[in-house]
């Protein structure tokens, strides 16, 4: 079960479908968009790392020139599904070399009937490069014309970033009679980063008439026309390179150096398959016993697997990787609670990448505190190139896309600091990388804590620490004082930062001191670190509910089964102002609070909070990030049809489009989540200083599932069956 299959084309799931359908390597990722071109698609490709200014998003992946366009014309009739007959489709993905082929038969208004199929790949063993192969067999005699495009006219949405530089075609070398290659260099308009497009037209069967290179300003065009026998197969490959200036200062010659250096389709697919071969002995994951399950995990570590970066530790995974528009490539706390536990045990050099890019981001997470009055770092909630906020401030209000809605989250969401202090902990903790922990992973842990013990506000009537006019998990309700996800992640911060020091002093003096000397790490700092922890308000009540934040106990209550059946979230139906009023929540806060401090929270506790805040909480339309922490927390206490219901629901979000709008791009978060729920949840895989243990409580219905991991560099093979 490796393939994800279509069996007809859908106009009206094209979106859905080219987010389904995306490829990629790591470096750039390309939407499933078709090769010939519809009006109204939304092709593109994204390249880690390039973005440009964009209005009220401040920045945004610019959509690459397009290296896709391959037009058959049949006869002088040009292929297109919406015109003539199509009398045979297929479409299917191979996630184990990341290959996507498209079959059909098609019969031109005039009657020129063939069978015509593409498959391509982004390779994985060369990350600038990427390929079609065309075949054609015609049912007539006549020509067949090929034409490829690279094309520089891309838009966001409207919105173009890419200026043209030059382009050309190189004389022909005796060394490469097949297929001369020709570029297209663009530049960015605002960030001035350099992107050069290179291809190769290669005919490989078939007898070739005419070939010529049509020089389009921003869209040079490789064309060849071959003789068309009836039954004998055609042939023709398009090789393309992609590099830019973030990669070196000639991404010319770069360009031209990788399109050059592909011997040939067979050759450059192998290299992908065994490049491929070696990311899924890592990172397999075998479900027996629930097809579906199997099917989606696999296309979820495929989704993550071709956004992780590589050989790049200054980039983030954005919150739908490179696979789409949605949220402009900027990463969100997605990455460190959701993305990164999966890369943490299967990747841990991606994992390294990841978190360097937060290290390497720190001045910005400085600036941001210190423009609000605060030390430390603050990192930003929506973080892209430089790491400086770009969350928008408003943005159209779903329910009158005439108006503004004003967003918080880059105001008041502070939480994040933790929740990247919290992965660099777990990464630490599960692959022993003191050198990583000295270098780079102590100094961010103690600025976030710095900045936790600068944001606590003293509160002299309640002689307590308060953290007030925040967001919490829950966006539902802004503006909330002392929210208990916050509060206890902060708290948690500050004392992990006393453990980094501590081990710091034992393992590297010299570091501590100089770290202790330029961050200011004086007795008087860290005594008033010791207070903010031990005096940082959270509210339990009796019964152990712990309230979610000040007041939210007595907001009006809401059933929300009395709303079923809905199409819309809790949020929608109440308002935005109307939601702050009631006890909806988006996604588990007070839960997810808990499953992430898991060992410190008494059963008796988890569960009073699960059973209060898990009917109160959207699974359906709320946000995509909850289904699978409520798995795992239902998994945990042994609520096992919770657990597998919440687990569907998270394991649908973009296979079946439960939201509706996996058209914008992979729910990145989800697809990790719910593979962490199968791990974490069923598998019941817990990782403690002292080791791991497996404590499975595996559905009824699964009879097996079987995972490696990586533990302080070993990999582990897990195994647990069904009873
Ligand atoms: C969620 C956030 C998430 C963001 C990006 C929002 O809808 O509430 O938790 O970080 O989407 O995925």
Redesign the pocket.
Known sequence: MWTIHEESFQAQAQHHKETIFTIGNGYLSTRGAFEEGYPGDRRATFVHGVFDAAPIVFTELANAPDWLPLVVLLDGERFSMDIGQLTAYARTLDLQTGTLARRLRWVSPGGKAATISFERFTSLADPHIALIRCRITPEFEGTVEVRATLNGNTDNEGLMHWRWIGQGALPRSSEHKRGSAVFLHNRTRQSQIDLVSAMRLVGVMGRRLTEHFWDVENAPTLSMTLAARSGRQIIVDKFVSLATSRDGSDPRALALEHVNAIVDWPAALQANADAWAKEWERCDLVIEGDEEAQIVMRFNLFQLLIAAPRHDNRVNIG?KTLSGFG?RGHA???TEIFMLPVFILTSPAIARNLLDYRYLTLPAARAKAKASGYEGAWYAWESASTGEEVTPTWIPDFRDRKKLARVWTGDLAIHISADVAYAARQYWRVSGDNEWMRAHGAELILETAKFFASRAEWNAEAQRYDYTDVIG?D?NHDHVNNNAYTNRLAQWNLQTAFQILDWLQQDAPEKAAELIQRLDLSAERLAHWREVIEKLHIHTLPGGVIEQFDGFLQLKDANLAEYEPRTRSMQEIFGIEGANQYQAI??PDVVMMQVLLHEEYSEASRRANYDYYNPRTDHTYG???GPSIQAIAACRMGYAEDAYEHFIRSARADLRDVRGNAGDGI?A?SAAGTWQAVILGFAGLEITDDGWRVNPRLPAHWKRVAFTFFYRGQAQKVEVTNP
């Open positions: 919150a949220y969100f706390w997605d998990p966006e988006k996604q946000s995509s990030l729910h978060a």
